[in-house]
């Protein structure tokens, strides 16, 4: 029974090893053609049937591409360290998990930015719209009848002289 057992793993080992080359063959093939998504199941796929480290490795560095691709900069940044843990020396998985975090790290820059200017024209939008008013310097020789706190409302047009045409 034990050797049955053993015999059945021993031949199962190939197999895992063809599904991720297939895996990953097909991923390549739909990365090429700009599927991203495609290309991350089968990227994830090749992943998880890897028996060895490299092959993890290289099945993490286009699995970190192709999130890169899909523009989830931090997803690709974790993938891309990941990766790293099998083959730490890599210079491409490096270069990529730079390029990953830098552009991460940027995005993260420009949110924060537009929170903050979010945040600044919210809290002086009214200031704001006074201080558009308050461009004159005597504005109350600007103001036309009824505007302003002291003009009465509903009150009579003023007097205005009248002049002749002779």
Known sequence: MLKTKLLFMMLLLPMYSHADEADLTAG??????????????????????????????RALHNLGNSYFQQGDYAAAAQVFR????????????????????????????????????????????????????????????????????DAPVNAPPPDLPLTSSN
Do not use: C, M
């Not at 945040?119 to 939008?125: H, M, P």
């Open 28 to 57: 390549i093939e739909a990365y090429r053609a700009e599927h991203y998504d495609t290309a991350t199941q089968h990227f994830t796929a090749a992943v998880f049937a890897a028996t060895n480290d490299t092959e993890r490795a």
């Open 82 to 149: 990941d990766a790293l843990t099998y083959r730490p020396e890599h210079p491409a998985t490096q270069q990529n998990l730079a390029l990953a975090a830098e552009v991460q790290a940027e995005l993260e820059r420009r949110r924060e930015a537009g929170q903050r200017a979010a945040a600044d024209n919210a809290s002086t939008g009214a200031r704001r719209e006074r201080n558009t008013n308050t461009l004159d310097w005597d504005q109350a020789s600007t103001l036309t009848l009824g505007e302003g706190k």
